[in-house]
């Protein structure tokens, strides 16, 4: 598999990774023994790059990575994880509900600080068993996920400290690049105003559907070479399953209008005698600000699929056709928009 740059480094990902929250037990339960398999299945699928967090499964998506990839050469693979939340033991009747399905006895506290992120890293690397990681994201920052009043204060304490933690652990060679792991714009741009990140883990915002990110966002990562990487392609799956029943937008049942929307680019990618999910796992990786486009499952069968629709052959001329069925997210409130 072909790989690409983050940013202004030497690192380098290849075009399609795995992202793990699946494997956390996101939404049903994962096995240990699905996990591996469905790892196992990215890797022979020629996956090197594969993106985790603490978040997920609260521990357990860090735990199978890491014992997935413990015994391959180090050198052979990139690793990412995410910072910003700390994990503290609770009961196994205190564990909240975040929507994963049997996960570690943990519960989180948000905390963008100095100590916090060196902190975090440094439980990161118990759980993973690991003795490098590769990218740092700063995971769920911004007003989509806290809310604006909340986000000012974690934004804060990013800028503040949490950034000069991660130039320090990037300078002494403790990770080879940082960034943030978000499902918005407009953090990313308020970030960027103040530091030079390699590379974002964006969620849904630059998809066949979704292109929030076009408009200045695009334009910012090219003028400081900050790559992208990709993930929700599907737009929490309408673009894998098309606008039946039920389907799911922005983590939330799909609007008739986006359902229009999809079910127009569903019939253009039949015309053009493909599944609709095919140009929708393709089309961010036209751009070459795009390092990689991030996959999630806990199904090797689903993986095998997907990987098999990167192959088709899609021409500018097919995407251009779905430009006119597009849409930009609405503005944020003053509420949190993922609750």
């Known amino acids: 598999m072909q790989t690409r740059k983050i940013g202004r480094t030497d690192l380098a990902v290849t075009e399609y990774s795995f992202g793990t929250a699946p494997l956390g037990g996101l939404y049903r339960e994962c096995t240990r023994e699905a996990a591996m398999t469905t790892l196992k299945a990215a890797w022979d699928a020629g996956i090197r790059y594969f993106d985790t967090a603490p978040f997920y499964g609260l521990g357990l998506a860090e735990r199978r990575v890491g014992d997935f990839l413990r015994d391959r050469p180090r050198e052979s693979f990139v690793l990412s994880t995410k910072v910003g939340r700390l994990l503290q033991p609770v009961p196994q009747d205190k564990v909240p509900d ?42 769920d920052i911004g007003g989509y996920t806290h ?95 098309g606008p039946v029943e039920g389907a799911h937008f922005d983590y939330m049942p799909a609007t008739e209008e986006v359902r229009m929307k999809v079910a127009a680019m569903e019939r253009i990618a039949r015309e053009r005698g493909m599944p609709l999910a095919a140009p929708a796992l393709q089309f961010p990786l036209a751009n070459p600000q795009v390092a990689s486009v991030l996959l999630g499952t806990a199904k090797p069968e689903s993986l095998k699929r997907n990987m098999e629709l990167t192959g088709r052959k899609i021409t500018a001329e097919d995407f251009a056709a779905f430009e006119p069925y597009t849409l930009v997210a609405p503005e944020l409130g003053a509420e949190a928009v993922r609750v």
Do not use: W
């Open 98 to 139: 975040y929507s994963y399905v049997k996960p570690l006895n943990f519960d989180v506290t948000y905390d963008y600080n100095y100590d916090a992120i060196m902190r975090s890293v440094e439980m990161s690397y118990a759980r993973l068993g690991l003795n490098r990681i590769d990218i740092l994201y700063v995971h």
């Open 147 to 241: 809310g604006a009043a909340k986000n000012a204060v974690y934004l804060r304490q990013l800028l503040d400290s949490g950034l000069k933690a991660l130039e320090e652990l990037k300078s002494g060679g403790i990770i080879s690049a940082y960034g943030l792991g978000v499902n918005e714009v407009p953090v990313c741009l308020e970030v960027m105003r103040h530091a030079d990140i390699d590379c974002i883990l964006l969620a849904g915002r630059y998809t066949l559907l979704d292109r929030s990110a076009v408009a200045e966002l695009l334009p910012l990562c090219e003028k400081k070479r900050t790559s992208l990487v990709i993930g929700g392609v599907f737009n929490s799956g309408i673009l894998a399953t």
